[in-house]
Every structure is written in structure tokens, then in C-alpha cells.
């Protein structure tokens, strides 16, 4: 029996390192390449390790690039702008979506659940029209405005399923002691469901933060371009790329990132799981 023991424990933590190697070794390769001269990137077969290890792209980087700082500062504008607002409406319509029930809360459920199946690229026609005649194509407030949009029925649904998981009585009790319905929500309810607000604005901020299909289309100046967009068009070229910059650039980007999810890991995994269970 003992025996039998070892011996899953031993397939089970193989697995594991197995499915972990899978995982971060894209992460190992944007790193080590980062540290190569770009001629040892086109290398084949490839090394694994650089052969003579240089922080020569960094240095250009942050030394002699105009452009990877601007679009570095939109990213941040933009996504924390699409975070801020995401939330501030879940908050309101995952509230109205879990205490007003009436005859079409199912449809719009059932709306909000089928614009998750359908892909990005079908929209962006439609969409590209809706902000021409909105005046919004070319402009940051167009494109976290079409983010946010797009980041609507998910967090809704979530958020309301958080609301769900607070006893109404509260509510009543408040009702009862003369407070208003906005007074409840901002005085009663919103401190109960801080993890879910993490969770949501946590999300909303990682699915913006590498956003691409969106910035490329709605935006064309290039001051205005966000970093995936930045990068695809100012930092690969049609012959040849300089591999170690542009992973370079990548390991910088994903720092904010990387950052937040340590810092914020319990609220979001705490947040999501509460949100899935108790909904």
C-alpha cells in the first residue's frame, strides 16, 4: 500500500513539473532571448542559454528608443482607464441584474452569456462604423470605451453573482432605518463584496493590458497606439526583426503584470472562486 503511494505521488508530482515546464518555458525563452545578440536568435539549432550573455538591448531600450515609453504610458492610461470604468459599471449593473427581477432578466443573461462565444474580429466592422459616426475612431476615449464594452457581460454576470450572495435582509434593514437604494448599495453592500470588485477590476486590467485587435484597429496615430499595437508595427519589420529588442520589450511589458497578480493573487483567485461558487 505504501508502495502504491509513492508511486502516485511520484507520477503526480511528474506531472506536475511536466504541465509547469509546458507553462513558463515560453516565459524561460522571451528571457534568455532578451540576453542574446540578435544574429544568436536566428541560430539553428537554438541555445538554449546565450553563449555570450549582453544587456546590449536593454541599454538601447531605455537609452536610445523615442517610442517605447509612449506607448508604455498609453498602455497604462488606457487600461487603467478600462479597469476603472469596467468596475464602476458592473458594480451598478451586476446590482440591477441581481435585485430587479422582471420577465427579461433570463434574455439578457442569455445576451450577455452568447457575446462571450462569438470571436473579437466578428464585431470590429460593426463596431469600427459605430465610432466613425461617433467621432471616436483615432482617440484613447474611443478605444477604452470599446474595451469596455467588450469587458461588460462577463464582469456584469460576475458581479451579480457576488450581489446574489448577500442576504437581502440587510437591505431591508436599511430600508427600514430611512436609507435610500444608492445609500444601501454605496454603504451596505460594496464593503461586503470587496473581493469581487478586486476581482473585476483585477481582470479587467489584465484582459486590456495586451490587448491588440482593438488597438490596432481604432487607432492609427502613432502617439496614440497602445504597446502590442506599438510594437507590431514600429518594431517588426517585413524582412527581418531584431528579436532580442522586441523580447526585450516583452519582458518589460509583462512586469506590471507579473507585479500585480503577485500582490493581488489571494483577493483575485478569492474573488473569482466566491463569485463561481455562491453564484
Not at 515560453?26 to 550573455?53: D, G, I, Q, R
Not at 446590482?95 to 450577455?112: D, G, P, Q, T, V
Not at 532580442?244 to 474573488?271: A, D, E, R, W, Y
Request: hydrophobic residues 50%.
Amino acid at each position: 500500500m505504501k508502495k502504491k503511494q509513492i508511486m502516485f505521488s511520484v507520477i503526480r508530482y511528474t506531472v506536475i513539473a511536466l504541465i509547469l515546464l509546458f507553462l513558463l518555458f515560453p516565459l524561460y525563452w522571451v528571457l534568455m532571448t532578451s540576453f542574446k545578440e540578435n544574429m544568436e536568435a536566428y541560430k539553428f539549432p537554438p541555445t538554449f542559454f546565450p553563449e555570450s550573455p549582453t544587456a546590449a538591448a536593454y541599454i538601447k531600450l531605455f537609452t536610445e528608443d523615442q517610442y517605447f515609453f509612449r506607448y508604455y504610458i498609453n498602455n497604462f492610461i488606457v487600461s487603467g482607464s478600462c479597469a476603472v470604468l469596467t468596475t464602476c459599471m458592473a458594480i451598478v449593473s451586476g446590482y440591477a441584474l441581481s435585485r430587479f427581477h422582471f420577465k427579461w432578466n433570463k434574455w439578457i443573461i442569455a445576451a450577455f452569456t452568447s457575446a462571450q462565444m462569438f470571436p473579437v474580429v466578428s464585431r470590429m466592422i460593426s463596431l469600427y462604423g459605430l465610432m466613425g459616426n461617433m467621432h471616436l475612431i483615432n482617440t484613447r476615449q474611443g478605444l477604452v470605451l470599446a474595451l469596455t464594452a467588450a469587458m461588460i457581460p462577463f464582469t456584469t454576470m460576475l458581479m451579480a453573482s457576488f450581489f446574489d450572495s448577500i442576504p437581502r435582509v440587510l437591505e431591508e434593514a436599511a430600508f427600514i432605518d430611512g436609507a435610500g437604494r444608492l445609500k444601501i448599495l454605496y454603504s451596505v453592500i460594496i464593503p461586503l463584496i470587496k473581493p469581487g470588485i478586486v476581482a473585476v477590476g483585477i481582470y479587467s486590467l489584465l484582459m486590456t493590458w495586451d490587448d491588440y485587435l482593438h488597438a490596432t484597429t481604432l487607432i492609427q496615430t502613432d502617439s496614440l497606439r497602445t504597446l502590442s499595437a506599438g510594437v507590431s508595427v514600429r518594431y517588426l519589420g517585413e524582412l527581418s526583426y531584431d528579436w532580442s529588442l522586441v523580447n526585450t520589450i516583452s519582458v518589460i511589458g509583462i512586469i506590471p503584470m507579473l507585479l500585480l497578480f503577485f500582490f493581488f493573487q489571494k483577493h483575485l483567485v478569492k474573488g473569482l472562486v466566491q463569485g463561481a461558487v455562491k453564484g
